[in-house]
Every structure is written in C-alpha cells, then in structure tokens.
C-alpha cells in the first residue's frame, strides 16, 4: 500500500514504516558520527521504558551506539491490523532492534502498559532470563491515563493551577495565531495528572526491579522533565503538569534515600515537538519561536542531539548538575541572548508576521518526520508493507 500522512489535529494517525526506519537508522549514524564513550564506567545493560519515540527512543539509541549497551525497552505501541497502518513508535521499535542486532547488541522489546504489574513481572522475567543484572533505567513516559495496581483510573491534564490564563498559540491545522484559554485544574485533575506524570510509578519500578535483585551494585536511572521561560510558566512548570514534575523530582529524592545502590537523576531537556508536546497549548507556538532562533544561532538540536549529548557528556559526571541536582539538557535554549529574542518575537508575534519569525517549516518538518514522512532518500509513491 502507499502510505500517505493524515494529520488531525496534533496526531498523524499514519506513519510509514520505512520513513520510520530511515528516521532511526539516521539517529544511529548521528550517534556513531560522535564516537563512542570514553569512560570505563559507562552502562552495558539499560531498561528503557518509554523506548519508541522522542526522548526515551533517542535515549535507546544514544545508550545502544554510544556505550555499546544492550537494551531491554518498554513502549506502548499498535500492531497494524493489515489495513491501517501501525504507530510510529511500533515501526521504530522494529527497525531499532534490526540495526541493534546487526550490531551484534542484545535489543528485545516490550510492548504493554508499563504501569501495570503483569509488565513490570515480564520485565523482570525477561532481565533474569537474558541480562542477568541492569546498570541503568530511563524512565520516559508520556501518557495521558494510568491505571495504578489498585485499578483506579486517572487522567492527566494540561492546565493551569489557580488562575486561568489566556495567551497566544499557533493553531497547527492552519499556521495562524489565536488566543489560547486555558482554564484552571481542579484539585481532582491535578491530583490525578500527578498520579499520571509524577514519579509514584518511578518508584515502583525500582521497588519491583530491587526486590527481585536484577539490579547491579551502581546503578543510575534519570528521568526527565521541563521547565522553559516565563511564557510558558503558567502552562507547564507552575500548570498542572508542572505539579506532577515537583512530584517527580521529590521522587529522585526518595529513590535516592531508599536504595543506597541507585543514583536516580533528573534532566531537564529541550522543548522539542513530539507527539507528547504537540498536544500542550501555547508551547508549540513557543517551540517555533525558538526554533527560529536556535537554529540562527547554530545551537538548535532535536532529540537526538540533546540525548547523545546527555549521555556521553554529562550523566556519567555527577559535577555536571546545577544548583538543584538537575542536569540542565535545556543549557542552550535557556541562554539569555536567545530567551531575549524570544521574548521579543513572542511580543510582537501576529498573523502576518509569524512566517518569518517562527519557524513554522521546521516545527512541520519535525511533526512528519515523527511519522516517518517526508524523510530524505525515502520513495513515497512505492508500494510499502505495512505490517
Ligand atoms: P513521546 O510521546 O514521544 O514518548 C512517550 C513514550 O512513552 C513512547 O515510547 C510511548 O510508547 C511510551 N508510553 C506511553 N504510555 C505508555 C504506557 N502506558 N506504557 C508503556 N509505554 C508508554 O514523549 P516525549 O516528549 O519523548 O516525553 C518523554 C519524557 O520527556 C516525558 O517525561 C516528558 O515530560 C519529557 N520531556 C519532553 C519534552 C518535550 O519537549 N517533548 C521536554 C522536556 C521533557
């Protein structure tokens, strides 16, 4: 079948499995590109959950080429049925472990709720059977509902705490700027948006992973968090979102304190569009704007360059944080002579300036090559597999 993007909203609900491929195979090569790590220390054996797409995929990659680690990956990702096609995380996935094995690395995935205790057991299960201990998790989870073992739902949402707020945002069907009202969570939503985004699953997982001693005597696992300008405050670091990322952090605390093996870290990354971040309000209009501006400058980067950046350069030296213990992958997008224009452009942003000061191509360019379109060196118009 050929394959052709269709976007609805902030979701394409096609993705080609060969753009998919090419996608991963192209984050390989940037990896290798980069040498692998110098440290004697680096991890051979990772749990990635969260391993199919933005950061924890990139992650996957970065830790597989750059330490030349086996990896064991959790995600949550649909099959094709034969006539649509499946995720993009799925095609990832699959094209991920063929270029792992080619590479002579241990690579198996898990696809399922990784929330649940039966996914946690078969985690284990499978660490017992083929890895025997782990060095190292990356817990990169996004997801809109958790079920907690006791069966309760909850659903996480993307408002502000307290007031309202209304500010401006792109509208990605048609490229123009409106105002975005965002209303205020109520106590149940943000609590339920910390049991969701927060760090009580965190926890779990290294409960579960230290009870049944797959777990090697040094230990590191980071997870990962945002926290961006003043415009986006309201939203993300003090919206509800926010309040789950406190719980988060206090969570690394805990790990920290309660097993002694374990060095659980957070990093706080750059505002990339990932299908995650497509759906917050107002951020990807702040994501064109900067975009603009980093790439100007030379320092823009995507998931890739932030995470072969992390993970060679900064996880494996504890020196590397700032005053809160955060490794700080948000370095460059944080830099006063970029937050400046920013600010400035957020300022005077309209309909008919913001083509040329947003960088509205590459937030699309991103957006399809997500899915697997528009990818160099990728024939469109033949027919693809799809399953
Ligand atoms: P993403 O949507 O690209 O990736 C989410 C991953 O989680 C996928 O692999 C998906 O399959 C998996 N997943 C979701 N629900 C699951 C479940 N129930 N069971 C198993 N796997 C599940 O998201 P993204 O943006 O890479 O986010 C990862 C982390 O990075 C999040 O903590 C996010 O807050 C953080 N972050 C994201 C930034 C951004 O701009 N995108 C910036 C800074 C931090």
């Not at 902030?10 to 940037?30: D, L, M, R, S």
């Not at 792992?100 to 690579?107: D, M, V």
């Not at 961006?228 to 605390?253: H, M, N, R, V, W």
Request: charged share 25%; aromatic share 10%; proline share 3%.
């Amino acid at each position: 079948m050929v394959v052709e993007p269709r976007v609805k909203d902030f979701i394409c609900t096609t993705a080609h499995p060969v753009g998919c491929a090419q996608n991963v195979k192209n984050q390989i090569e940037y990896v290798k590109s980069k040498g692998a790590v110098k440290s004697d220390n680096a991890p051979k054996k990772v749990l990635v959950i969260g391993a199919s797409t933005g950061y924890g995929l990139a992650s996957r990659i970065a830790v597989a080429f750059g330490y030349g680690a086996d990896t064991l990956g959790v995600m949550f990702e649909k099959e094709s049925n034969g006539r649509r096609t499946a995720t993009a995380g799925f095609y990832n996935n699959r094209a991920f472990e063929e270029e792992a094995h080619k590479a002579g690395l241990y690579a198996k995935s898990i696809n399922g709720d990784a929330f649940s205790v039966e996914i946690k057991e078969q985690v284990i299960e499978t660490i017992k059977a083929d890895m025997g201990k782990i060095d190292m998790i990356v817990y990169s989870l996004a997801a809109p509902r958790r079920t907690t073992p006791d069966g309760t739902k909850y659903t996480s949402v993307l408002k502000t705490v307290g007031e309202e707020y209304t500010n401006k945002t792109l509208v990605l069907k048609d490229n123009t700027i409106t105002d975005a009202h965002i209303t205020a969570a109520n106590d149940d939503e943000i609590n339920a948006t910390i049991k969701v985004m927060g760090g009580e699953d965190w926890i779990d997982w290294m409960q579960a992973l230290s009870d049944a001693g797959v777990l090697a005597d040094n230990v590191i696992t980071v997870a990962y968090s945002y926290i961006g300008p003043k415009i986006t405050f309201p939203i993300y670091a003090e919206g509800s979102i926010g309040q789950a990322k406190k719980d988060l952090y206090k969570s690394a605390d805990i790990i920290n304190e309660k097993f002694p093996n374990i060095k659980a870290k957070i990093a706080i990354n750059k505002a990339l569009v990932t299908q995650s971040s497509a759906a917050i309000p107002i951020v990807p209009l702040y994501i064109t704007l900067l975009y603009k501006v980093m790439k100007e400058k030379g320092l823009h980067e995507g998931c890739i360059e932030q995470m072969q950046r992390l993970f060679m350069d900064k996880i494996l030296d504890d020196t590397q944080v700032d005053d809160n213990g955060f490794i700080r992958m948000d370095d460059w997008e944080m830099r006063d002579d970029v937050q400046e224009v920013v600010a400035e452009h957020w300022d005077t942003v309209n309909n008919d300036n913001v083509k040329d000061i947003a960088d509205i191509d590459g937030y699309w360019e991103d957006f399809y090559n997500m899915f697997g379109f528009k990818i160099d060196g990728v024939d469109y118009s033949a027919d693809v597999d799809i399953m």
